[in-house]
Structure formats: C-alpha cells, structure tokens
C-alpha cells in the first residue's frame, strides 16, 4: 500500500505546504482514493503522477474549508477531462450540503455521477475493489472522521484438512478455491472460498485521521492498525496557549495515544503555519520550527515516526513495515 | 498604473496557468484590487509579493467556478491573518448567492465585514480610494461583467483665469485648491477645488473583460480606455469547431474590436488548455499552440499585442504606453 501527501498544513497554505489531501492507492494499482480534498488539491495532482481519470473515490473526514473547498473545482476538471465513470464521495452529510450547493449556485454541471455516502448513516463501506474502508466518529467542531483503509484481499493458503474433512475432493476445484473463487461441487453443495482458505499474513491496514482533539477515539480501530496517520496541529505549550476551542491535537497527546495503543507506525500532518520548516532559512530566535514537533513526540512515541511533507511517497510493505519512497 | 496575472488558464489549471485571477493597483500604492478569484489564486499571492492585508477589493466577473471557487478559501486566509478591515466584494448577485451557501455549509465566520455590492444593480462605484470602478454587462452563460478602472485624480494645474474673474483671492488658498481641497472663502462663499482645475492628462483607464462572446458590448466603455484585457479562449478554427455553446471569444474577435475601437494596449489572456506553451518540451505535429493565437491576432491588430503569462506584472505610465515588468 502506498500513499502521497498533497498536502499537511493547518487552515492556510505556505509557500510549501498546501492545505490538507491525501492520495492512496493498492500496490501497483491504477486506481486510487483521495482522503480530503483542500484548495488547490488538483493543482498538486497536476504536479504527481496521479490522474484524475484513475481516482475512484474521494474521502472527506469534515466540511472545513482547508479540508473540502478544492472538491467542487476538482470535480469540475473532471468533467472537463469528459469522465464518465460514476466517482464516490464519502462523508459526513454536511459535505453533500456543501457540494450540492455550489453546484447549484454556480451552475456546475457534471458528465458523470457522484454516488455519495453519507458516512454519519453508513459508516462501513465494502463496495470498493481495494479496501474495506471503516469510518470512525472523531472529535471536532465539526462533525469529523477518521478512515481506515484496510486491504480487501491477502495472499492465502488452502486449508487442505478442513477441504479434506468436507469431502471436497482434491483437483481443478481446489485451484478455483484458492484463487478466491466460490464453487458449486457436483453433488450440488455451494462452497465458499473464503471458508477454505487460510490467510498468508495480516491485510495491511492503514487509518487516516482528520482533525480530532481526543485520539483515544481510534483506540478500537487501532488495534490492527499498521500505519496511523493523524493530525498534530501544534506542540502541547502551543495547544496550552491556544485552549481547547479549535479542538485539535497536540503531537504529545497523539504520542501518547499511539504508544498505548502499540500502533507501529506514525506518520504526523496538518502542522499549523506557525511552525517554520527545519531547513532553508532558517528559524528566527525564539520562533516555532516543526523540529519542536518531532522533539515533543520522540519524548512519548518510540515506534517509527514520520512528519510528513508534501508530495512524500509512503510504502506499507507487507511485513507492517513503511518507508518513504522519495522526498520532495 | 501597474496590473499582475495571477491566472490565465480557461476553465482548468495547467502546470503552467492558473485559473483566472489578477492584481490591480494605482502607481506605489499599498492596497491593491483582485478581478476574479479561481481556486488557488491565494496560492499564488503567497509567490508574490502581494498580501492579503493589503487586499482593498474583491470584483468577481461572474460565478463560474474558474472564475470564483477560490474566493471562500481566500476570505478565510485573511481572517486567519486576523484581518479586521472591511473587505469589498463586487459581482452580479449570484456570487453572493454562492459565498453565502459555502459559508453557510461549511460554518465559515469571518472577524472581518463582506460589503457586497451587486453590479447588476450597481455598476458604478465611486467610493474606492484609487479608482473609479465602472461594472459593463457582457455576453456569457449567466450573468458576467467587465470592470473598468479608472485613476480618480491626476495632475492639475490652477485654472487662473477662472479664479481670478471669480474673484477669488491669489495666496494660500490657491494652494490649498491646488492640492484639490475644497475651500469657503472670507467672503462666505465655497469653492469646489474640481472647478478650478485643469487636468494635466487624462485619467488612464483599464478595463478588465470577464468572459464574454461579443467584445462590441464594450464600444462605449473602450473609447477612452488605455487597455483592454479581455478573453481570447480559442482562434476563430476551433471557435468554429467548439461552436458557439461556451460563449467564448476568438483572438480573431477580440482583434477586429480592438482594432475598431481603436485601443492602444491589448492584453490577451484565458486560453484554453489545448493551447500549449510556446517554449519547453515542444508542440506534438499538429498540435495548437498559442503561437497560433499570437498569429490570428496581429492579422486583425497592429496595436501594442500582450499574450498574458501568470507572475507577468505591466506597467501602464501616464503616457498611456504599456509594458511588460518582469517575466516569471
């Protein structure tokens, strides 16, 4: 599994960090999913290798403008590009309000179908080829969610003992079985395929946060979680400073969620501006850097840890382990 | 007078072009004026040296997304940077209609004002500090507008004459009318300064075209005009190809007006997608290329001919003679 950041800033873009996108994809798939969808998301597509032609679906976590107002325009070049396949968009209702109308009021007409899902109503999503994908309520100003994506299918093994003890005879069905394929024996009796066989390994399975102030919330989903991937808006003395109005994460309250939850590996984004980049410039006395934000979280959090950056490929592997492909 | 290309593409970004946008301002001035606000025209001002605190106005030629979906974002960019000055907004009534819906759905509050001003009922604004802004209805899908702006004082001497056979008396308050203040004189009597004084040169104007089919609705508003920027979307061979459902303009079109209103600097600019670059990689055999909208136009136009470029920034001087800053 592989995912791209479009963009990691909190609330406004910078010079080189553009406001909150996510592109994720199955290995060496060609097809691929969005998790939210800040301005200027297709401006930064325009610049990977992705296309909007092969995007399936678009997650949105909460109807935020630094999380939704690139959706309409991306829609649009869509169409300019004349799609036609049906696109799904997920999200809680209020992102369908927010859709709806400014389709109306600007006249934006689509050649193809958006197939919403109202996530707040249907939080379980099986349709897709690639991923079961499993939104978690979180905590916000908003109505906001988290999307785990965890894979549809893992290599497996057939369960030679229990075919055997079911009279299934050995042969060209044991093959269709094992391919995943469900079959009907000559003596009539429908077979399952997943009942027989027995999974290599763990469906890799990765989460995506949106803004949240109370990361204990994943705690279920994060039990068979190999990568969460969550916000840390500020250091705790900033949050301090700040309250707790905006309701968002500091990287020690994430840090310490992801210890106690054994999560493996965590990956760090949607950084508030006030934090300056480590390199270039440099910092100016007493300023923020995002350095504050790495020192803050190694502190509490001993797994593998990433701050991301945007347009930075991530590869799961299929031993649980991620690695960034490139840097910008 | 000084204007900057913040977008030039027609309907989708490019790697190369935004979707519409451009910065406008009066010589040395501090505040600075946008027409249109395609999405991700706040990413480019952070790559120049514009700011938005400084953004007097906002005058929006009509709702299509590539024209406004970057307003929402824009506004609340300004409102994170705490601005608190009221901001202009100006457009036919739908963009009201559309911000309003996005702030609405998307729980988007400003620490700032929005004054609206509907042009369709409206369409001269007198009020601003640098310019007087004159909105012109063109011919486009829904309702769209041209904004002219035109410098609101010049050089003037004294009309001596006039003040002396009105018996008004030589000495400071000649000076004071001079600097175009108003005055009551010892005698009781008030003189407006405008009636004493003689404009050294014309007010430079320049008109900012939305998109629109048929440039001839800008006859009357051109006469005294120093440029004209309009749309030139297609060469009249694709216009032709595309028909005339979109509601766009021909360089060819574009060019027999300027010619016969006799406008001295035409600045060409929202061309569509399908015309590559002149420089870089190279045109495939066959390819359009905005050459070919160059060409179409100096057959019709032996005026001052720009092609606009995103980042280019022109100067017009009070000779009326523009020109072309820096290149990005």
Redesign the interface.
């Known amino acids: 599994m592989e995912f791209q950041f479009l963009g990691s800033s909190s609330?406004?873009?910078?010079?080189t960090r553009?406001?909150t996108a996510l592109a994720l994809r199955a290995d060496n798939a060609r097809q691929w999913y969005l998790v939210d969808c800040?301005?200027?998301t297709?401006?930064r597509i325009?610049?990977t290798s992705l296309s909007l032609a092969s995007l399936r679906a678009i997650f949105i976590t909460h109807?935020?403008?630094?999380h939704?107002?690139?959706l309409?325009?991306l829609l649009?070049?869509a169409g300019?590009?004349n799609r036609t396949e049906p696109m799904l968009l997920a999200g809680p209702q209020?992102v369908r309000?927010?859709l709806d109308?400014?389709m109306?009021?600007?006249?934006?007409k689509l050649p193809y179908e958006i197939e919403f899902i109202d996530v707040e109503a249907m939080p379980t999503i099986s349709a897709l080829p690639d991923f079961r994908v499993q939104a978690t309520a979180l905590s916000h100003?908003?109505p906001t969610y988290a999307y785990s994506f965890t894979e549809q299918a893992v290599e497996a093994r057939l369960d030679a003992v229990k075919l055997a003890s079911a009279n299934i005879p050995a042969g060209p069905l044991w093959g269709r079985i094992q391919r995943g394929e469900d079959v009907v024996l000559p003596d009539g009796r429908a077979v399952r395929a997943s009942d027989y066989l027995l999974p290599l390994r763990k469906p890799r399975k990765i989460i995506v946060g949106g803004d949240n102030d109370t990361p204990g919330l994943l705690a279920h989903e994060a039990r068979d979680a190999d990568v969460l991937i969550h916000e840390a808006t500020y250091t705790e003395a900033v949050l301090s400073k700040v309250g707790p109005g905006p309701q968002h994460s500091s990287a020690k309250r994430v840090a310490q969620f992801a210890s106690e939850a054994k999560i493996r590996n965590l990956v760090l984004t949607h950084f508030s501006p006030r934090y300056q980049e480590q390199k270039g410039e440099g910092i100016a006395k007493g300023g923020l850097s995002l350095a504050d934000i790495h020192t803050e979280e190694k502190v509490h959090y001993s797994g593998s840890l990433f701050l991301a950056n945007d347009f930075e490929c991530y590869l799961l592997d299929k031993a649980g382990v991620l690695s960034k492909l490139q840097s910008p």
Chains 1, 2 share one sequence.
């Open positions: 609330g406004t873009p910078t010079k553009n406001v800040g301005e200027g297709q401006h325009l610049s109807v935020h403008g630094d939704c107002y690139g309409p325009g649009a070049s300019m590009q209020a309000h927010f109308g400014v109306q009021t600007t006249q934006l100003r908003v």
